[in-house]
């Protein structure tokens, strides 16, 4: 069997995370997987949702997007057809759950990080890349406030990351870029913390239904993957 | 250790599948997962959507809706904010990847099914009643149009069904109810067809992440809980 | 003459009240006449709308909606759309303006109930069977505020119900159901109180305009109807 | 009882309908009942809404709208809104069937009329004025049509005009105006045809109940009002 | 050459500004320049927009429309298609520019003026018209206040008026009607205070590129007419 | 005098154009001016729109968005809010006239291109930069389909650039970075073609009137920048 990436099964696309590429936010990464670039940028404001108000406890939350032309065809822009798609709303619920995750609310005081991840190209893996890279940029803007003296210690209790598998022509791979995803017959993402925990595990058939023992090999392949995802985020947060 | 609902932990809740309810639809069923009522209706047209026109294919689509006062305290009315939610969207995108997992498409020919899963009370695990009702009131459409000589033969090729189990104070227990979901610290949704094999797998770690061991023992919770309920979708659609 | 229903002209539609059926709600109705089927919610909140506030005042408000499969082919689901049409709209308004005819808004004090009245199966006169259902809701749902001892005593001065009449080949006739609406050549909707009161009339000439004397024998017909709704509303109440 | 505007009870406000006033439509109508003043506009297209395709049958139908400041307050536009209420949409729909019940939708043949109605100032009774002036503004768009050999015949069967009355202080009054209008117990609108037939009877209870001898005594009054409407519709439309 | 309209070079179309039309509004205006009309109202409100609150500052802000049948064909009505076009946001932003130019916000207090500008008819040179008229109603509407005591002085500074001029085959030419404008090689709105001074510039060429000195010429036209639309706009404000 | 960016008056910030960044576009450059940051791309499709069906011209239109964290403090995501402003709308029908007047729309035949303008930073004159950068996706895009022999010769005139200029303290400056922009007194955008037409004139007084003389010197400093620009663009398009 041979990927059309041509990479080994258990092959990781080169992975780029290159911090504080924003200028105005408060934490920022751009993170490349293969062709797939995403900008992950952390904003902080001082006010919580209102179902927060007067708790002392923060919030993440996440907005995903995609430029028309970061797509192989160009997509319609969602500001101007007035509103998100049901997979842009997904996505941005998984980015948040995940985030907040590994990070201690209640540590963060009555602030709030909004994670952008706006995908400048896609080769697959938007989501996945997203996490990862929004874990740098949240880390990042968490050291702003603790260097401002708006926090006292870094509310982030580990590292997370996320990646995906699948089962092509049979066999499990990591890491699907974009055409290996379109052909892939089960098609999973995971979501691993830096000491090896599950935060998010989504695994979808897309053809035949697929087993136990499948799920346990992609499994085996994100932990792979992410391990080397996590020494790449230490290394961008600079605490490698 | 106690379930609030002082069920074993591996306990469906009392299940109740009522086909034909609906007077108008092709097909419908009833479903009442211990206080979850959800009522899943199949409506069948001979347009497919405009991406599958000429290509001899079928689909099938679902949309899910809850009443406003299906939970404790009311829901604003979507129709009423002018637009659905990413909640929403999220469960009707996953309701309908499942029910498509399970059909023959191109058995089908150019003909679209609508699944409408309107939950009428919701105690927990409103998606997965709606996948597992689902499937019935498909098998009655697609009955009615070989009935009425739409179609030769049952495009279905396995039956599908979904449960919900969780981490629930350190133990894996079946079936989350409304009180159980909002304190497990893990939720994971599984989607099964008859013949065992995984369409779906979203497991979520509420606080600290989970297991790979656990991971399985909510899957082999799952597996007894869907052959339950495989029983009670044959004996629903008559084919018991 | 024969109706399309085969009723004598002066019969209303079997027509069963059933209280209690929501689980959550404080209180609720289903009724059905004939196969039109709406499930009735009242839900309290302890918040009026901001031209309420400090009037020590109440308010009442309804909203309307159908499953999308209620009718003979699916509709869209308003939520899909993104908006309520105006025939929805008018429907609720006029529910509401009903209900509010016969409640003493003084004697609630800040509070709203909000009247939830969802079609299940739609067979001609929704609205009119909704606002005879949302009376038994709303009265339950006061009881519910009595026993609670949020309200001191019942706010509700009157008993309020509707039905549709029409002129069916030059004949006027009682509660029409779809088949018959549809070829009616006039179509009124009367609200009664229950001490003979019009709250509301509304006459349409679908064909040829009416005559007075025609109107006259629709509201006849009307008030014979709504007698007999009033003698279901009692009894579903608890107060026959 | 003195009315608040002195008039007497059966007496219309000072009305005067200008036709022709709109510079590009194809017929148009200013009317003026008292302060209330409304521009009508008919505007002709050669295609019909879809499910009129091919059935050689026209349509009608009405929009209806209101300058932000022809109010007392200013209200909000409904375009910055993003979306028009339920009262316009109520409106809006009254107006359309009132011109349809006269028109001869069939001698159209495949050709629609869309009827705007824009409230410059409001006094009360604008739904009445916009049908009054409407049918005015269609008579002279469909006579356009018959001297550019469209049509060879005129297609309204009648004359149509509204007017609102009510209880006053107890007593049956003719044509409100706002004070008026915002004190009635009662308030009704008629949509009668110049032979006397009743188009559209909508009586609504704004306190107590109303009795059947009071909706006969506002009928009564409303015909004498659409009887001095309809010789001004003559007199502007030329046919008087 | 002769321009389409005949009209001299330098010619300004018929321009009549007739103050206070609308019954309910602080201050209003209906211009008409030649076929275009255009109904300004100015409505004084007591509270200014959120990021003013505490200043001590006023706001003047400005929404345009335009009934649906003011073109030569129906437009759709933006209240019904649910938002306002790019060209109608674009407008109503420089009216409001416009406006504040010659305002003395500090001098208002904390209180709003919302200037609506409603095209009846439009021929050309809408946006200008609306300028020039909703000076006369903002005036107006300050002198109301004057009156009441709400101000102590007028708040304007300066008159502002617009016109729109063209470059018409090859030649400048001034107030451009529709016919000339959807010909005209190149486009350009002046706004321009009492004093001379230029508040706004905004050219374009439709077709060729303009040079320095054609720019140069149309500003002269502009001057040329400006001029006498502050002669119209005094006298319209009294203060001729 | 001195700016605060320090620059000269007459001194352009530097400007980095590279071209071919998107992986997928059929023509692509990010501009940097300073810290103003955008990526402009050039999707070509060979469906026009509805309006030039059968005319055998072509069409060239700009959208325009931001990144939430492209500026100091967040900015709500549009596609979130469900709506462009009126900023982004007219921005982006600036950027499409602009690209237009260079094109020859004719000589396209019947295909359009979009360009997306999508700012990653922003630091003042975004939409000017929007423009210099999309010319250069644009001429890159019908390169492209000059190779693949969709085009037989290059549709597009001349160039085109832009620039912003303002009276910063009385003096005139140009390209204004947004520290500049926020205190000038007179902000004007300059749109110009490579032989030295003007395409769009935009000038705002921000508090006092400007002067003709004021304007003319603007423009002479936009001249200066864009000749710098046109060199850059060439150099970009390969054809220095």
Chains 1, 2, 3, 4, 5, 6 share one sequence.
């Not at 002392?56 to 798609?85: C, F, I, N």
Request: glycine letters at 10%.
């Amino acid at each position: 069997m041979t990927r059309p990436s041509g990479r080994a099964p258990d092959a990781l696309r080169p992975a780029i995370l290159e911090p504080g590429v924003a200028r105005h936010a408060e934490g920022s990464c751009r993170i490349r997987m293969g062709n797939t670039e995403v900008l992950c940028t952390a904003s902080v404001e001082s006010r919580v949702p209102p179902f927060l108000r007067g708790t002392g406890q923060g919030w993440v939350t996440a907005e995903y997007g995609m430029l028309p032309r970061a797509t192989h065809t160009r997509s319609d822009r969602e500001a101007a057809r007035g509103k998100q798609s049901g997979r842009t709303q997904e996505i941005q619920r998984l980015i948040g759950r995940s985030l907040r995750a590994v990070t201690d609310l209640k540590a963060m005081g009555e602030m709030a990080v909004t994670l952008d991840c706006d995908v400048l190209t896609a080769d697959g893996g938007t989501r996945c890349a997203s996490i990862t890279g929004a874990w740098v940029a949240l880390h990042l803007a968490f050291r702003h406030c603790m260097k401002m003296n708006v926090l006292a210690s870094m509310p982030l209790k580990d590292q997370v990351a996320a990646v995906s598998c699948g089962i092509w022509q049979g066999e499990p791979v990591l890491d699907l870029d974009y055409a290996e995803d379109s052909k892939a017959e089960t098609d999973a993402n995971f979501v691993l913390t830096g000491r090896g925990g599950l935060v998010e595990v989504q695994g979808t058939a897309e053809g035949e239904p697929f087993s136990e023992a499948q799920l346990l090999s992609l499994l085996g392949l994100a932990r792979q993957g992410t391990e080397q995802l996590f020494r790449l985020q230490r290394s961008a947060a600079g605490i490698g």
